[in-house]
């Protein structure tokens, strides 16, 4: 069975090939850094990590990109704020964002591009646009899309014109002025900025000198530029998460297929949004929690799998009742791990009846709930068999997934807060006590360590303990 992916593009699954055989090039819309990153923006860069693993793993070469915004009205308003450079401001953020999601054993990008590097390359695209009739100059000073004059406007929402245009008066509030509706210099309601015209307040680093006059650039014009400058002008995914749909990405297409006729992506892929209280996590809302937040109480790695172990397409409903669930569920896996020594695993052999379900599970648009199912199979499997070749595949396919890589015994452990030495001492005692037939006392002992958060695991092998949480 061959991978195939749900293209939002043509609302189905497709077979997935390159376009160029052996060679996966994919874009993904990155973060606008002016703040810490909350678990709705990581689960977005989770969600293609696991992608960039598994087709690294199905053995394609990945040139994976993903951009960082690092000039917008936000990033603008909290510099002078905080009365620091937009420059310090974005160095800050993109360090603790690098910091936070390293933490979660998400892999960094081939290209990680910053906006402000590809000016040139915007003013470029925005050129030829108007060379071509589809970009205007505004009497406001900015350069604006001219959306109704590209064919196709709307084919990755769904919607029409009419239907997107309604939705943006209504968003707007658009003032008709001779039955035309005008938006800030806009001729439709339905046009974007290519191009900002300067505003006296802002700094210095937030203009550039340009044939449309001082200004910046827009939103959407940042990635046509940056993801035609790395990986062409038409490459195999575009990803990023489904509130950017529209208007980002549609603006997008109207952008880079405007410029060159030639599809920007054969396949469009979104991620799902976090949902607190049955609403999406946005910092817009308040309801966010960053990443730092719930690793105060929370392992990395617990993030982690229960990131992954939900479809990166579903809702990913947040809580502390389903973050414990993941840890109680990712101890069951480190267990098995801890019964025996795990095979060094070279190459997947995907002729293993666990590997190959596991593989048919990750060929289906990267089904990772149910290749979570099959790790939990194999680690049954192997604490029944204790066989290291198992415990070597389970830990093999886990890392396919990002997880399962740590030592067993030091996860199994973490949190508990007590000496070593002295459990070690109170299963000694107790095992003198068990010989002596003295069982009272064993139980005496095990029922405090239990009280102390350890709980003891007796096999044929001798005595272990991991904390109770």
């Known amino acids: 069975m061959s991978l195939r992916i749900y293209n939002t593009l043509s609302r189905a699954l497709e077979d997935f090939s390159p376009l160029e055989p052996g060679h996966v090039r994919m874009y993904v819309c990155g973060m606008t850094i002016y703040d810490l990153c909350h678990i709705g923006h990581a689960r977005m860069m989770m969600a293609f990590d696991v992608v960039q693993r598994w087709l ?24 002078l704020e905080r009365g620091i450079t937009i420059r310090q401001l974005t160095d800050e953020m993109i360090a603790a964002m690098h910091q936070d999601i390293g933490l979660l054993g998400i892999e960094p990008p081939t290209v990680e591009p910053r906006a402000t590097e590809y000016v040139p390359q915007m003013l470029s695209l925005i050129g030829q646009l108007e060379g071509k009739g589809l970009a205007y100059r505004a009497g406001n000073g900015d350069v604006n899309y001219s959306v109704r004059k590209f ?66 650039p827009g939103w959407h014009i940042e990635c046509s530029a940056m993801c035609g400058a790395t990986l062409g002008e038409t490459f195999d995914i575009h990803g990023g998460g489904a509130d950017l749909q529209f208007p980002h990405h ?18 469009w ?16 809302l308040g309801n966010f929690f960053t990443i730092r937040d719930v690793l105060k109480s929370y392992d990395a790695e617990t993030l982690r799998f229960f990131m992954v172990r939900a479809h990166y397409r579903s809702a990913l409903n947040y809580s502390d009742a389903h973050l414990d669930d993941a840890r109680q569920a990712l101890k069951r896996l480190y267990t098995a791990l801890s019964l025996v020594a795990p095979a060094e695993v070279a190459a997947i052999d ?22 979570v199912a099959v790790l939990f199979e194999l680690a049954g499997e192997v604490n029944k068999t204790r066989s290291a070749e198992l415990a070597g595949l389970l830990k093999a396919l886990g890392g396919c997934l990002g997880v399962l890589q740590g030592d067993p015994k030091a996860f199994l452990q973490a949190g508990a807060g007590v000496n070593e030495a002295d459990i070690q001492a109170q299963i000694a005692a107790r095992a003198a006590a068990k010989a002596a037939k003295n069982f009272a006392e064993a ?16 096999s044929a092998a001798g005595t272990t303990w991991e904390a109770a949480q």
Do not use: C
């Not at 084919?155 to 005008?182: I, N, Y």
């Not at 892929?269 to 817009?284: I, P, W």
């Open 56 to 79: 690294k793993s199905s053995g394609y070469r990945v040139t994976y990109v993903r951009n960082i915004t690092d000039i917008d009205d936000k990033i603008i308003k909290r510099a």
């Open 151 to 216: 064919d196709g406007y709307g084919k990755l929402s769904g919607k029409s014109l009419d239907e997107l245009r309604a939705g943006t008066r209504e968003l707007q509030g658009s003032r008709p002025q001779g039955g035309v509706a005008v938006l800030d210099g806009k001729e439709d309601p339905l046009d974007f900025v290519l191009w900002k015209a300067s505003k006296p307040e802002e700094p210095p680093e937030a203009k550039w000198d340009s044939a449309f006059g001082s200004g910046r």
């Open 250 to 267: 549609e603006n997008e297409i109207a952008q880079s297929e405007g410029a060159t006729g030639k599809p920007l992506a054969k396949f």
């Open 269 to 284: 892929v979104h991620n799902g949004f976090v949902r607190v209280d049955n609403e999406k996590m946005s910092k817009s």
């Open 350 to 371: 995907w002729s293993n009846h666990y590997a190959a379900r596991f593989k048919a599970a990750m060929d289906e648009d990267f089904g990772t709930p149910e290749a």
């Open 443 to 458: 139980d005496r002992i095990r029922q405090a360590l239990l009280a102390q958060g350890i709980v003891l695991k007796d």
